[in-house]
């Protein structure tokens, strides 16, 4: 059977006005998972990721650290289904459903883009009425159409590469998820509880034939753990 690893890109740089760039710890994150999948000693027959910079930057460290060892040099093939959901749609759209359904003063509104933490809470909220499949809004991506985005690109991965391949994609959290979801066939719920789990510059892994795609590992990140002496894990 072939090999998929799905990466997540290193930590975002959250609250800050460009979201979409790998964080000082994100960079060490990254620069982490370099070193460990280049200690493995894997080639990798194909590397692919999205489109959004913190994916790309992720992947770039990657590359870097493989090319004196790689020729020639991998190269990066770009998938826009790879891309994350668009999470400032999501929250303009479905906050004021949380806010008419739950009890509002649980929420602290003015720091949800502050406080990470503000943010799961209410982000939470928000992602159970979207996969929930009850409410459609013109223009954003439902939970239903990210999952068939993801798998069509998976499929694609795979026909492009054909049998017993090893395949790289750096992607993001939802991605990840959603292919773990088409794997096990888990609800949308169940689903969210595992992305919650999903680490910056994780590993998770899935095998692959004709007939089935199916999870080998998730969500290592091991590599993060005593990194130069530190652990270096996040989650957001």
Same mark, same amino acid.
């Given at each position: 059977?072939?090999?998929?690893?799905?990466?997540?890109?290193?930590?975002?740089?959250?609250?800050?006005?460009?979201?979409?760039?790998?964080?000082?710890?994100?960079?060490?994150?990254?620069?982490?998972?370099?070193?460990?999948?280049?200690?493995?000693?894997?080639?990798?027959?194909?590397?692919?990721?999205?489109?959004?910079?913190?994916?790309?930057?992720?992947?770039?460290?990657?590359?870097?650290?493989?090319?004196?060892?790689?020729?020639?040099?991998?190269?990066?093939?770009?998938?826009?289904?790879?891309?994350?959901?668009?999470?400032?749609?999501?929250?303009?759209?479905?906050?004021?459903?949380?806010?008419?359904?739950?009890?509002?003063? *649980?929420? !602290?509104?003015?720091?949800?883009?502050?406080?990470?933490? =503000?943010?799961?809470?209410?982000? /939470? $909220?928000?992602?159970?009425?979207?996969?929930?499949?009850?409410?459609?809004?013109?223009?954003?991506?439902?939970?239903?159409?990210?999952?068939?985005?993801?798998?069509?690109?998976?499929?694609?991965?795979?026909?492009?590469?054909?049998?017993?391949?090893?395949?790289?994609?750096?992607?993001?959290?939802?991605?990840?998820?959603?292919?773990?979801?088409?794997?096990?066939?888990?609800?949308?719920?169940?689903?969210?509880?595992?992305?919650?789990? *999903?680490? !910056?510059?994780?590993?998770?892994?899935?095998?692959?034939? =004709?007939?089935?795609?199916?999870? /080998? $590992?998730?969500?290592?990140?091991?590599?993060?753990?005593?990194?130069?002496?530190?652990?270096?894990?996040?989650?957001?």
């Amino acid at each position: 059977m072939g090999d998929i690893y799905f990466v997540r890109h290193g930590q975002a740089s959250f609250g800050e006005d460009n979201y979409d760039r790998i964080s000082e710890t994100g960079d060490l994150q990254s620069c982490a998972l370099a070193e460990y999948l280049c200690n493995t000693g894997i080639t990798f027959d194909s590397i692919y990721c999205g489109t959004l910079d913190r994916q790309q930057q992720t992947a770039e460290r990657f590359i870097n650290r493989a090319a004196p060892r790689k020729s020639p040099p991998y190269e990066l093939k770009f998938r826009p289904e790879l891309n994350e959901y668009n999470s400032r749609e999501i929250v303009r759209h479905y906050l004021p459903i949380v806010l008419r359904e739950e009890t509002p003063h *649980i929420f !602290n509104l003015q720091e949800i883009y502050r406080d990470k933490k =503000a943010f799961q809470k209410i982000f /939470h $909220s928000i992602m159970l009425k979207m996969v929930s499949g009850k409410y459609e809004f013109s223009g954003v991506e439902s939970w239903e159409s990210f999952q068939t985005r993801v798998r069509t690109a998976i499929k694609k991965i795979i026909a492009e590469n054909g049998a017993g391949k090893k395949i790289l994609v750096f992607s993001s959290g939802g991605p990840i998820a959603a292919a773990v979801q088409a794997a096990l066939d888990i609800s949308g719920e169940a689903t969210l509880r595992l992305m919650w789990q *999903i680490a !910056n510059a994780s590993i998770t892994r899935f095998k692959y034939n =004709a007939e089935e795609f199916s999870l /080998h $590992s998730f969500n290592n990140y091991s590599h993060l753990l005593f990194y130069k002496g530190k652990n270096i894990t996040t989650f957001r």
